[in-house]
Nanobody, 121 residues
């Protein structure tokens, strides 16, 4: 079982920035695409961004395009989500996941526990 641990969440004012990190235990990280998803209270978990195993393709949800940047460091078994120009609607529990590059939750087989991001207006 692959273990993922997110960190970097917190409370920030609208317009601010946060950088989330995803640490992956073991040596499998470099074999899989990494995705970030988020879930607001009472809503479905939604796709945010994903990156292929070799970092050649990055894909974003329209709602975050131009504001968020996904990246990864296979040598460190870690992935990142840089979030700029945050909006209150970006509030939610953010999860990282490993699997196939996709917007679909079902494409990912391993998930972290999530880190809370709260953006105040």
């Amino acid at each position: 079982q692959v273990q993922l641990a997110e960190s970097g969440g917190g409370l920030v004012q609208a317009g601010g920035s946060l950088r989330l990190a995803c640490a992956v235990a073991g040596s499998v990280f470099g074999r899989y695409a990494m995705g970030w998803f988020r879930q607001a209270p009472g809503k479905e978990r939604e796709f945010v961004a994903c990156v292929t195993w070799d970092d050649t393709i990055r894909y974003y949800a329209d709602s975050v395009k131009g504001r968020f940047t996904i990246s990864r460091d296979n040598g460190k078994n870690a992935g990142y989500l840089q979030m700029n120009s945050l909006k209150p609607e970006d509030t939610g529990l953010y999860f990282c996941a490993l699997g196939q590059p996709s917007e679909m939750k079902s494409a990912y087989g391993s998930w972290g526990q999530g880190t809370q991001v709260t953006v105040s207006s």
